[in-house]
């Protein structure tokens, strides 16, 4: 276990605690563009909604001021408390695990950081979205 957050998970096994855990959640935490034309994880067959909730706004480099208040609202009004698995989910892996270690500061105790992300690593050619991640793995997603 890591000191600032509760570490890393891969895509499938993030899914399996969302199906086996049905106080776990997904926050995607990529840009409201990312979510538009590149697609966001389905969870419609778990009966469940992914969090949608941006970490960064395009162009800043800088998380949202607020983010973290913002979350914990909406968790609660999820009924959740701090000690819900909580899975943070970007591009790549790295916005979600800055995501993770905020939310663990402000006093939850299981937030993931979901390895690999959405779209995961490049390819050969320098893209995304099939060597790793969720769409990489088959996992469920539509796009808008």
């Known amino acids: ?14 899914f399996e605690s969302l199906k086996a855990d049905g ?11 990312e979510w538009t034309f ?11 909604e992914v969090i949608l909730a941006e970490w960064q706004g395009f162009p800043s480099n800088g998380p949202h001021e ?4 913002q979350l914990s609202d909406a968790l609660t009004q999820k009924g959740l408390d701090q000690n819900a698995a909580i899975f943070f989910l970007c591009r790549s892996g790295v916005r979600s695990k ?3 270690i ?16 959405f779209e995961g690593g490049h390819d050969a050619e320098g893209h995304r979205g099939s060597v790793s991640g969720w769409k990489a793995q088959g996992l469920p997603w539509s796009q808008g």
């Not at 106080?23 to 563009?33: G, K, M, P, Q």
């Not at 590149?38 to 469940?48: A, F, N, R, T, Y």
């Not at 607020?66 to 208040?69: C, E, I, N, T």
């Open 1 to 14: 276990m890591h000191e600032s957050y509760a570490g890393d998970r891969s895509v499938t096994e993030v």
């Open 23 to 33: 106080s776990a959640v997904l926050v995607d935490v990529r840009t409201n563009a």
């Open 38 to 48: 590149v697609g966001i994880p389905d969870l419609s067959k778990l009966e469940k």
């Open 66 to 69: 607020g983010f973290a208040s």
């Open 98 to 100: 800055a995501a993770a």
């Open 102 to 117: 905020a939310m663990t500061a402000r006093g939850y105790k299981n937030c993931y950081n979901v390895a690999g992300g």
